[in-house]
């Protein structure tokens, strides 16, 4: 936790309601996402018992598994999940645009919007990831068959889990994430968890404060809790006797219609409070203007959309269970990629979050007294335009001489400090050397080199692309990391997919 977070905390604990620690949205916001609350039965792996689907707050459709131990319920559940999801999916890759590949010199097509599915807590999104490799594998014939959409919505289900591993991504996103990323309420990391106590200090009622709505949103007679786990006294006393009438009906056609509509009835009591708010959250999350490089990362999703479901038209093979070494390697980096890029992206557009770099001495703030935006370095073999600006600022300077720093206002400008001089009081003067972004020739672009009188932030992070790494073919790694004989990774497709746990 940062500093600033931190404090952040301490104030909303001593006012009584959660603090912005953000200016701007850090995510995308789809006009028509997909809301999902899913619920799981205790002491089962991964058996789905219940989820409420739609969206539109008024839109929401209860499905539910009244035996979830039975295994044609669950895929059922599935099939009938899958006649929701697909063909929401499907309305999202109507239109595409061009996008220019190879300096221009070629182009590529993607879909012009991606779906988004938004689930109440990371526990959501570990029950679909599990979902989703519970039913990608299965067969539509066979000695187990499923529906044919079933596996297909497995699939895309482990694509949107892996698209929320992608730092930056907002394909499948957490509730409470997506508000704890913009706000810091005055409770412990592990409670932001619950969503009813979190947006109890985001948006108290009125007369309130933060933390008496957090306390009754403890009591699960009041706030269920949010999925996809149940509370035991709910099972105990409830659930599990609604199940078991369901159960002794047997073939009594009026008593198992009464019972599935009392378990239905009670399913929706427990899942309704988590729906209201979701949508509750999507209203706080849609008041805040997206940041200006948001747009850049929806790209991505679009992008991986796009592809993704170029390669299931194809009929290519499910995600495999486990990635090869060379595939994991290659994962991993590029995670790390997205997420060195991410947090910079998130400081460019944020003062806010800019801060934080500013308390660890990665940045800092000063105004421009100097500026020569005419200087040309004539030194090696060709002039070439190099302007110089100072800056006085009052924070500690601590990059040394030489170091590269670039600034949120100019982008695609370098600049290289020349020298840092501390001046009266607390003040420092440090003169910056710059390159780029400034056009071709001898003479600045106008605007391109700050004028004095300019208050700017300069810092050590860097937005500039950062190029992939090499790693090598499968076939040139050794047998002990996926190379021949055989390759780590690839999907036989067996029967014992088929005969797999449910989990």
């Not at 200090?201 to 996809?228: H, L, N, Y």
């Not at 060379?326 to 992206?345: D, F, G, I, M, W």
Request: net charge negative; hydrophobic share 40%; charged share 20%.
């Amino acid at each position: 936790m940062s500093t600033l977070r931190a404090l952040a905390r301490v104030r909303a604990q001593y006012v009584g309601r959660a603090e912005r620690v953000a200016t701007v949205r850090h995510l995308h916001l789809s006009d028509r996402p997909l809301v999902l609350v899913p619920l799981a039965l205790a002491g089962e792996a991964n058996a789905p018992l219940a989820a409420l689907v739609g969206t539109a707050p008024d839109a929401g459709r209860l499905l539910l598994v009244p035996q979830p131990r039975n295994r044609d319920q669950r895929f059922a559940f599935a099939a009938e999940l899958a006649g929701i999801v697909l063909p929401w999916i499907d309305a999202h890759r109507q239109v595409t645009e061009a996008v220019p590949v190879d300096r221009g010199k070629d182009v590529r097509h993607r879909y012009v919007d991606a779906p988004q599915v938004l689930v109440p807590n990371p526990a959501g999104v570990t029950f679909l990831r599990l979902f989703g490799r519970s039913t990608r594998f299965r067969r539509p014939d066979g000695e187990y068959p499923v529906h044919p959409s079933v596996p297909v919505l497995g699939r895309w289900l482990t694509f949107f889990a892996e698209r929320a591993e992608y730092p930056g991504s907002a394909a499948l996103l957490a509730m409470t994430e997506a508000l704890t990323l913009h706000w810091a309420t005055g409770q412990s990391v592990v409670e932001d968890l619950h969503l009813p106590a979190l947006l109890g200090w985001i948006d108290p009622p009125p007369g309130s404060t933060g933390a008496q709505a957090a306390a009754r949103a403890e009591d699960p007679t009041v706030c269920p809790p949010a999925g996809p786990a149940t509370d035991p006294e709910f099972d105990n006393r409830r659930l599990f006797p609604a199940i078991e009438a369901y159960a002794a009906a047997g073939d009594d056609a009026d008593a198992r219609r009464a019972a599935y509509a009392g378990l239905a009835g009670l399913l929706r009591d427990q899942l309704t409070p988590t729906w209201e708010l979701m949508w509750r959250g999507v209203a706080l999350l849609r008041d805040l203007p997206a940041g200006a490089r948001v747009a850049g990362r929806w790209a991505g999703d679009r992008d991986a959309f796009t592809g993704f479901a170029e390669h299931v038209d194809a009929g290519g093979a499910p995600q495999p269970r486990r990635d090869g070494a060379v595939a994991a390697a290659q994962k991993l980096h590029r995670l790390e990629r997205a997420l060195t890029s991410y947090a910079v992206q998130r400081a460019y557009d944020d003062p806010l979050v800019m801060a934080e770099y500013r308390l660890t001495g990665e940045a800092f703030v000063g105004d421009v007294t100097l500026a020569d935006p005419t200087r040309v370095d004539d030194t090696g073999k060709r002039p070439v335009l190099r302007p110089r600006i100072q800056l006085v600022t009052d924070e500690p300077v601590v990059v040394p001489v030489g170091a590269s720093l670039y600034s949120p206002a100019r982008p695609g400008q370098k600049a290289k400090v020349v020298f840092v001089t501390p001046a009266d009081g607390s003040k420092t003067e440090v003169v910056l050397e710059l390159s780029g972004g400034m056009g071709r020739g001898l003479t600045p672009s106008p605007g391109s080199v700050p004028e004095v009188g300019e208050r700017l932030c300069y810092t050590t992070l860097s937005d500039a692309f950062l190029p992939a790494g090499t790693f090598p073919a499968v076939e040139e790694t050794p047998w002990t990391h996926g190379g021949p004989p055989v390759a780590a990774g690839e999907s036989t497709g067996d029967d014992a997919d088929a005969v797999e746990e449910w989990a």
